[in-house]
């Protein structure tokens, strides 16, 4: 129950982009891909911007995408917008109904 | 529209026990996973627990294997979390999370309730 590893922090300026890693296991991120990232603004509630590696809810702007190579996945915001400006983590499915959450990454827009 | 409506936090003594409940609509809550999940102040999310659409199967994380126990009315669509022998590292707000596909993919969080333990 080891938490995934993740930057503590990433920037970027306005319409740059800036990609977030996330580092598990085999027994989470590289054994399954059910790799999924929220967002959290300071007191909000968190939000799905990608499920299953890569794919995103409705409503989620395709600026956010996904991926993952062996046990890292990867969030990455392209054009950025002062509004992406948020606390970001990744979780995995760890088998056996867990889930296993990174210790987030804070994005600063510059 | 789906609602997740945590209640029941609030501040208690350590050792001391406290029952947070879930109410859900908007879904039909017989068919999916819960969760709890929990966030420190200022430190980031926490799985906690989890239950299986019809109960028959609980998880829970080390950090509160023993102490807490997860459970569900599906008669009453309700999520609860039994906390006891609680500790000051328990202090956090605990958000009822729904799971879309068993996957870990929470399409649903409720508002959270904070709960604080201290003397």
């Known amino acids: 129950q080891s938490a995934l590893t993740q930057p503590p922090s990433a920037s970027g300026s306005p319409g740059q982009s800036v990609t977030i890693s996330c580092t598990g296991t085999s027994s989470d991120v590289g054994g399954y891909n059910y790799v999924s990232w929220y967002q959290q603004h300071p007191g909000k509630v968190p939000k799905v911007m990608i499920y299953e590696v890569n794919k995103r809810p409705s409503g989620v702007p395709d600026r956010f995408s996904g991926s993952k190579s062996g046990n890292t996945a990867s969030l990455t915001v392209s054009g950025l917008q002062a509004e992406d400006e948020a606390d970001y983590y990744c979780s995995s499915y760890a088998g056996s109904n867990t889930v296993v959450f990174g210790g987030g990454t804070k994005l600063t827009v510059l | 529209e789906v609602q997740l409506v945590e209640s029941g936090g609030g501040l208690v003594q350590p050792g001391g026990s406290l029952r947070l409940s879930c109410s859900a609509s908007g879904f039909t809550f017989s068919s999916y996973a819960m969760h709890w999940v929990r966030q420190a102040p200022g430190k980031g999310l926490e799985y906690v627990s989890a239950i299986s659409s019809n109960g028959g199967s609980t998880y829970y994380a080390d950090s509160v294997k023993g102490r807490f126990t997860i459970s569900r009315d599906n008669s009453k669509n309700t999520l609860s979390l039994q906390m006891s022998s609680l500790r000051a590292e328990d202090t956090a707000v605990y958000y009822c999370?729904?799971?879309?596909?068993?996957?870990?993919?929470?399409?649903?969080w409720g508002q959270g309730t904070l709960v604080t333990v201290s003397s």
């Open positions: 999370v729904k799971d879309q596909a068993l996957t870990g993919y929470f399409d649903y």
